[in-house]
């Protein structure tokens, strides 16, 4: 595969004033911020900041009450999860939502789903149309298993495999429905040394040979730091900082946040 | 194994898909089907046919239709019994109605239907899940036994409310009525099945089948990768239902060929075809056709064993057929949720290594 | 007073005695889902197995009813330490449809041994409660059975004891913290087993004081299972969670089926009292998932 320079483009997704409340917690207020095409964004904070509400509103899961998003070009508040599949929004999870009860292969071939289309009758009869469809995506899924080098487990019941594996599975089904946006929900939780670097890799991978703009959560610093091209930073809802990894790393709103500094009087 | 699958590699995508990837085993299913189609017509008398074999087959279809929903889509219903019934009384008003309609087309119009009334009950399941769909269900299942049984026009104004299936030929051979030979009668059940069987297998293995699954399984994430819950429910729905209709078309035109309807297709049918579905292994087309087989002759056997046996009054014997009935749901739930097909598939693996045990 | 209006009360009172009966199975239900996240299809039939044996042992042992009620008591707490055994503790934290296929199968299970024990013929169940009608309501044109009021005090009694008991005692805390989720419970220390004997005793306890209602009022016979299929729409209106939500779900669904069959049954047809129930339950599902009760299951990913 050839490597393609990378060039940051222009704005492909925009938030601007986002607020969302459950009942009467406020998990996110007034949070703006952009995604320009082809970068890697991470979006970081400590535990219970909205970091997983934020993603949750961009893919359409969550409904904001304020504030509006731009895809695109295209101006909306609220949208359902699979339109947001339809226009190339797509995600992995913190806690690796597989169909667990299928293997590896008719778990990446349902990220083909929204690709595929022939009806019903040729289905039945698995002949002609339906398995040329069939065996086109095939190809693809078996393209993104090679990348992914997860050929051995191809056959393995999802809920079998590993934690890790798992999470690259998830990775390989959300590369399957070849998005433009990439939402990766703490892709490394869990992982040792080796694993994340290998995780590491295949992310980078992924932006750079198939230009995929990727927005990232994680804990990790020293993963945030190292691939990262910008960085938000968001704590009890609200954006603490917007820069460039070295910008962040020097905010002093960021240094407290993560350290602990008291908020209130008496807190430790 | 008796024969060994190594050096059998499949060099495309399009082998490694197919049903029987295994060269022995698609001789041995070639085996099974000569034997169904051309031995065992020539063996069946009367009893066989009504005992056994028919109401296996019909019972199979039935259980298809409801793994499809219940075991590939997720969606549990205990409706089978009243959608059997749609399916029993569209055939009979078709065929009353339009006498030179053909048979087949009658049943295939009369699963069509069923399919309509599966779409339409199962809208529900849209807002509802688990066991409160289940509830939904049973007000499907409760309404159309009603509905058969107050509506005259149902079973055309016959004063006792049963009906009956008139004396009906498919290209000169005598299906229904006294004249027909049970071999033939066979047949036609026998294609039906066959036919449907290898439509649903092509069905679960491509894109429906797996959108059927991942709704199943996370339904949440299902959506986020395009699937649509509305279309995955109602097309699992509506293919679920024009299986369970046929069967039910089958069930009364070739099999009963005179039913009542709180008689034949009241809770307890639908509670069978659910066990034959659990038994044999959810998620599983060929779990559907072991589990029927087991709950259609276990009570044969048992009846024989302890009625003729051992001499048991009858009465008793039923009430031990449901003991037995409940042990065994119990026994599967506990030992091996995914059935008959799981543990035939644990079976091959051991037999696989024989004699080695590991 | 004019007769349609006394006929209305009538059909109202009556409804809602109706409700009452059926709350008591919604009641075992209501026990067994809250403290152990298992939907008891069996409820109906351990209700009938309860009233089998009770006839059985007071036609076949000759014993006064206070003492067959004992021992029967003491049958049901036996059942509930062999379904516990036998069943339950090889399925711990399975899928919940899983359990609730189980129940169905109890359900068979119960159906056939009751057969077998005590034969399926239709028995007669006295154990001394109030015959005939509430004299002063009949002298107002309505019938009112003494059997019914009595069952109604029984209720509101059970309910009371049951509210108590899950609010205030330590056990009813741990049965509560069983239903949210049994693995926390068990690292907590909470013996799942000794819960569910508990728990299924109770319910069996509750179950034949449905049946004794039950089958004083007509009789011991098999319909009696079916009554747990009833339960169904009484739960959903209720929430399967709410002690107070399975009470008036019943008299909601009681009332309201009478109604049903009284006032719409020239325009629709008779007999929709089989239906109407579930009807009436799915569109409530519709409505307010949860019931009037319950509480409202947020999914998170």
Known sequence: ??????????????VENISLGFGGVQALSNISFDIKEHEIRAIIGPNGAGKTSMLNVINGFYHPQEGAITFKGEVRRTMRPHEAAKQGIARTFQNVALFKGM??????????????SRNIFWQMLYLGPARREEMEHRHRVEEIIDFLEIQAI????????????????????????????????????????????????FILDVNEQFGTTIALIE???????????????????????????DEVRGNQDVIDAYLGVPHDEGEA | MLYREAGQFKTSYDTDQSIFPIRQDRWVIALYMAVAIFAVPLMINDYWANAVLLPLLIYAMAALGLNILVGYCGQISLGTGGFMAVGAFASFKLTTAFPELNLIIVLLLSGCITAAVGVLFGLPSLRIKGFYLAVATLASQFFLVWLFNKVEWFYNYNATGQITMPPRDVFGFQITGPEAKPAITYLFALGFIMIFGLIAKNIVRGRIGRMWMAIRDMDIAAELIGVRPLMAKMSAFAVSSFYIGVAGGLYFTVWLGAAEVTEAFDINQSFLVLFMVIVGGLGSILGSFLGAAFLVLMPILLKNFMVDWLGVAAVTAKHVEITLMGVLIIFFLIVEPHGFARLWQILKEKLRLWPFPY | MSDSLLYFIEVTIGGLLAGVMYSLVALGFVLIFKASGIFNFAQGVMALFA?????????????????????????????AWLIERMVLQHLVNQDPIILFMATIGLAYVLEGIGDLMWGSDVKVLNVGLPDGAVDWLYDFNIYVTKLELVAAATAALLVAVLAIFFQKTRIGRALRAVADDHQAALSVGISL?????????????????????????????????????????????????????????????????????????????????????????????????????????????
């Open chain 1, 1 to 14: 595969m050839t490597q393609i320079e990378r060039v940051i483009g222009d704005t492909l997704l925009k």
């Open chain 1, 103 to 116: 293997s590896t292969l008719d778990n990446i071939m349902t990220g083909r789903n929204l690709r595929m």
């Open chain 1, 154 to 201: 191809r056959r393995v019941p999802v809920g079998k495999l590993p934690y890790g594996l798992q999470k690259r599975v998830e990775l390989a089904r959300a590369l399957a429905m070849e998005p433009e946006l990439l939402l990766l929900d703490e892709p490394m939780a869990g992982m040792n040394v080796e694993e994340k670097e290998d995780m590491c890799r």
């Open chain 1, 219 to 245: 804990h990790d610093m020293g993963v945030v730091m190292d691939i990262s091209d910008r960085v938000v930073v968001l704590d009890y809802g609200r954006k603490l900082a917007d820069g460039t990894p």
């Open chain 3, 51 to 79: 009233a089998l044996t009770l006839v059985g042992l007071m036609e076949k042992l000759g014993v006064p009813a206070w003492v067959a009620i004992i021992m029967t008591v003491g049958v049901m707490i036996l059942l």
């Open chain 3, 193 to 301: 087993r000794t819960i569910w004997v508990i728990v299924w005793s109770v319910s069996g306890i509750v179950a034949l004081v449905a049946g004794i209602m039950w089958g004083s009022s007509s009789g011991v016979q098999f319909s009696l299972s079916l009554i747990a299929l009833k339960a169904l729409p009484v739960l959903i209106l209720g929430g399967f969670t709410s002690i107070p939500g399975a009470i008036l779900g019943g008299l909601i669904i009681g009332v309201g089926e009478k109604w049903a069959e009284i006032y719409l049954g020239e325009y629709i047809g008779y007999a929709i009292e089989n239906w109407f129930a579930y009807v009436l339950a799915l569109a409530f599902l519709l409505i307010r998932p949860q019931g009037l009760f319950g509480e409202k299951i947020i999914e998170r990913v």
